[in-house]
């Protein structure tokens, strides 16, 4: 079992930056993918970035690439969401995720953090 809690949300202005934590409980975070999703009012939820385990393997969705970083520290049991150049179309909540196989799409994944909301106001 792998428990994720998220931080670093919040209220900020078009094209400001905001970084996302999430922070894993258990001693094998390692060998988990971890993955990035946000859900915006009355839409799906839609893959943001994933990364592996060892971090060699990263992917973006296109409406964010060039914008956004995924990295992880695997010492610190922690994956990171780097947002630049924020859009008021980036407002969401985003949750993190952890898989055992490297994916980027929502079923994959097999735990899930309780969700963060960003806000990019205009």
């Known amino acids: 079992q792998v428990q994720l809690i998220e931080s670093g949300g919040g209220l900020v202005q078009t094209g400001g930056t905001l970084r996302l934590s999430c922070a894993a409980s258990?001693?094998?975070?390692?060998?988990?993918?971890m993955g990035w999703f946000r859900q915006a009012p009355g839409k799906e939820r839609e893959f943001v970035a994933a990364?592996?385990?060892?971090?060699?393997?990263?992917n973006y969705a296109d409406s964010v690439k060039g914008r956004f970083t995924i990295s992880r520290d695997n010492a610190k049991n922690t994956v990171y969401l780097q947002m630049n150049s924020l859009k008021p179309e980036d407002t969401a909540v985003y949750y993190c995720s952890a898989g055992t196989a490297y994916s980027v799409t929502a079923p994959e994944y097999d735990f899930w953090g309780q969700g963060i909301q960003v806000t990019v106001s205009s």
């Open positions: 258990g001693r094998t975070f390692s060998r988990y993918a």
């Open positions: 990364i592996s385990g060892s971090g060699i393997r990263r």
